[in-house]
């Protein structure tokens, strides 16, 4: 087949969470699978500045008309592998700056007009480039409008541009919501600006406009689709999205082997097996040794690596009491994002430097080291589309220690509730007394090595392959088509 893709992240290029990571292997396992697969990124600075960049071979310049505006772009296009072509869509106005969104705790104030430029240079690019897709597949907010201005310039071009469009739900949070007067940008006629169109509370809301118009809408793991069709986890789309449900289906992200896998892992002081897992021990010291910690401690370590935001949970964190305090435990934070959530993490760390260490920012090296030298990896999130980090956590053989909604219902299996097949922990979402028994529950498993053991064993062994979900893509695209 031949299929599109258009996503605002994409791994290795640019990431600022798991839609990186999940857009970067549904395209590259698509395209080992021998489809051709052509994948839109905006040319931002961190995307110019990698080295794949360097061979990057100018495709054509265009013009995109953004309200009452022309505007000129330039679409660069890198192949990284057989069958892969990424795009990119330069335009320096809008794309050259350090942040994809914004600034934490603030995003840009021209990001209608960026994301809007973008999806219209990316319909414009595959007319132009005569791409004739099977299937235009978007991710999120930021590439939503996309099938809204597919099917228009086919009606104005009397032109068939695409099969079926497939819009996938990575986050329900972030919906691209704008002012009203934004929608002249679109050029998209008037009769979309109503209720049954982008309109949301006086304002115009471009996931609503994806999940209206796109042929298919995907979520990544199957509780989260139950969960958004209600008031609780819809985030005000939940009457859309029941409109919606017969076209929703899940399909449950992976992890990408070649990046995450400790055995190969080169970002790791030692690698190691489920057979043979001397080199996590080593790794546990390292990260003793980097965060200033003893390296003899003997207690359990914790493990968070998150974007500081509600999502996660982290205003949880100084509810967990004397757990975190003295000899008892470790915990090792890695993460950015909102100033007010950075300032809880911060404070409440500071009272307990002997016991918790926070680093800010991102860092793919160190994330690697944490899921490797922790012995838990927890995840208190309110909400969790899918959640990533608990998968590379079984993998790495370190247990999760998670809330029990969307993706990280569907990935961990509680040890005490399926004592045969447990993998890690479970606790009710944004309860601090819940997220305390799990902490004291984990202490517990860690004193039963043998247990323990078996469970590490279980969680390195568990399959989270993206073949399963690229698969369900691939069976998806041929139904529609
Ligand atoms: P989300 O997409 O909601 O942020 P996921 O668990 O799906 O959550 O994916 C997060 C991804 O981003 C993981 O690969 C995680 O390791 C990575 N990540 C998050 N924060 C950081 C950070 N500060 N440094 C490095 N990697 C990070
Ligand atoms: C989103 C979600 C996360 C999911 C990721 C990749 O950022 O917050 O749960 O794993 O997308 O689909």
């Not at 001397?278 to 207690?299: I, N, Q, S, V």
């Not at 999760?400 to 569907?410: E, I, N, Q, T, Y």
């Not at 390195?460 to 041929?478: G, I, N, P």
Request: charged share 25%; glycine share 10%; aromatic share 10%.
């Amino acid at each position: 087949m031949k299929i599109v893709h258009a996503t605002g992240e994409l791994f290795p290029y640019v990431k600022t969470g798991g839609l990186a990571d999940a857009a970067g292997s549904i395209v590259e396992t698509l395209a080992e699978y021998g489809h051709h697969v052509a994948v839109f990124l905006p040319g931002y600075r961190t995307v110019l500045e990698h080295p794949d960049a360097s061979a990057a071979t100018s495709v054509m310049s265009i013009g995109v008309e953004l309200g009452d505006e022309f505007l000129s772009g330039e679409i660069l296009a890198i192949k990284p592998r057989p069958n892969l072509t990424v795009y990119l869509v330069r335009r320096d106005e809008y794309f050259d700056r350090r942040h994809p969104y914004g600034r934490p705790g603030r995003d840009y104030d021209d990001n209608a007009q960026r994301f809007v430029f973008f999806g219209k240079a990316v319909v414009e690019s595959v007319i132009r480039l005569g791409l004739k897709p099977d299937v235009v597949h978007c991710h999120d907010w930021q590439a939503a409008l996309i099938p809204l201005f597919l099917r228009i310039e086919e009606r104005r071009r009397a032109l068939a541009v695409a099969g079926k469009t497939v819009l996938t739900i990575h986050n329900l949070a972030f919906q691209g919501i704008f002012p009203r007067k934004t929608f002249a940008l679109t050029g998209l006629p008037d009769e979309l600006l109503g209720m049954d169109g982008l309109e949301y509370y006086g304002q115009i809301n471009m996931l609503k406009g994806g999940i209206l118009f796109a042929d298919r809408l995907t979520t990544v793991s199957h509780t989260y689709a139950r969960e958004i069709l209600t008031p609780e986890f819809g985030c005000g789309l939940e009457g859309v999205l029941q409109l919606r449900s017969d076209d929703l289906v899940s399909v449950l992200n992976g992890i990408n082997p070649h990046v995450w896998n400790p055995a190969t892992d080169r970002h790791l002081p030692e690698n190691y097996t489920a057979a043979d897992r001397a080199g996590k021990k080593a790794c546990r010291r390292a990260l003793l040794r980097e965060c200033g910690f003893g390296e003899d401690f003997a207690g359990p370590i914790l493990g968070m690596i998150c974007r500081f935001t509600e999502q996660k949970g982290i205003h949880l964190l100084p509810g967990t009491g004397d757990f975190f305090q003295g000899d008892r435990a470790r915990l090792v934070v890695l993460g950015s994002g909102a100033p007010e959530y950075e300032r809880v993490v911060r404070e409440w760390a500071a009272e307990r430097p002997e016991a918790v260490h926070v680093a800010f920012g991102l860092d793919e090296v160190r994330s690697h080291l944490i899921e490797a030298g922790c012995d838990f990896f927890l995840m208190p999130s309110i909400f969790e589309p899918c959640g990533l980090n608990q998968m590379y956590s079984q993998r790495y053989g370190t247990v999760p220690v998670v809330s029990r909604v969307g993706g990280l219902a569907d990935t961990v299996t509680d040890v005490d509730a399926e004592p045969g097949q447990g993998t890690g922990i479970h606790f009710e979402p944004d309860d601090v007394d819940a997220l305390r028994g799990a902490l004291e529950r984990a202490e517990t498993l860690y004193r039963d090595r043998k247990t323990l053991n078996t469970v590490i064993s279980r969680c390195m062994k568990k399959d989270f392959s993206w073949r399963t979900a690229v698969r369900a893509y691939e069976s998806l695209y041929r139904e529609i088509i």
